[in-house]
């Protein structure tokens, strides 16, 4: 990229780029610290072949409402609703998440937990899972280490619909619901390219009730190239599994 070209490129950039996404984005006030009270974005992707002469078609709509918002403009605590379009373009409810947050460094939660709801059939969002993290990161906001326990849900309750009363309860003690399944300690290495390292070694403990957490598996990434937007576009994997 030149001087020369970027002038180029102001005025017409079709020789050197195509169309891939179109978001909508629509916030809400009060805002608190430049955070608004709901956020709404419908994606949509580029599809030559659509009929039409919009090419875009409808992706996903996620909204998001933000309960709490501390003095510095992080988000303690929110509400994330998506759902995915059919054919019709009708959106079809997929996923509801309670998230809670807290002890920032440059933005980077030091805690983070995750209910996760499911939509069935009707359209309910029932029980899922709970991830629970605990994020180290350096003074660029990178992550350079995280702890992720996960916890699914108990045989007999999957049909427990998740409501904003037992979210309050499940952030509380969640025993009642879900049961302890995977535990993993992720160690991420520089340098970080658009927040992305360029080691990430993740091991992965499975629970045993009888044993607690045991070993399962390690797997090592090196990511070779990621692009300006932070997409990793070539990646080595080594995995192994513990005997």
Do not use: C, H
């Not at 090419?55 to 992080?74: I, M, P």
């Not at 879900?178 to 991420?188: A, L, R």
């Amino acid at each position: 990229l030149t001087d020369a070209l970027a002038e180029t490129l102001k005025a017409d950039s079709s020789g050197y780029f195509e169309k891939s996404e179109l978001q909508t984005i629509k916030n809400e006030s009060p805002y608190r610290k430049g955070v608004a009270t709901k956020v709404t974005v419908e994606s949509k992707v580029w599809d030559p072949a659509a009929a039409g002469a919009d090419k875009y078609v409808k992706d996903t709509l996620k909204v998001t409402e933000n309960k709490r918002v501390d003095a510095r403009g992080n988000v303690m605590e929110s509400v994330t609703t998506s759902s995915v379009y059919d054919e019709k373009g009708t959106p079809v409810p997929d996923e509801k998440t309670y998230t809670t947050s807290s002890n920032f460094k440059r933005g980077v939660a030091g805690n983070t937990t995750t209910i996760t709801a499911t939509a069935d059939d009707k359209g309910t969002f029932v029980l899922d899972t709970i991830k629970s993290s605990k994020n180290k990161a350096d003074a660029r906001g990178n992550i350079t280490s995280q702890e992720v326990e996960t916890f699914v849900v108990k045989d007999g309750k999957e049909t427990t619909v998740l409501t904003d009363a037992l979210a309050e309860t499940l952030k509380a003690d969640s025993s009642g619901y879900f049961e302890k399944d995977e535990f993993q300690m992720i160690t991420n290495k520089g340098p970080f390219r658009k927040g992305v390292a360029e080691t990430v070694t993740v091991e992965s403990l499975v629970f045993d009730p009888a044993k607690g957490y045991v070993n399962d598996s390690l797997k090592v990434t090196e990511n070779k190239n990621v692009d300006a937007r932070g997409n990793v576009t070539e990646s080595v994997t080594t995995s192994s599994v513990y005997d």
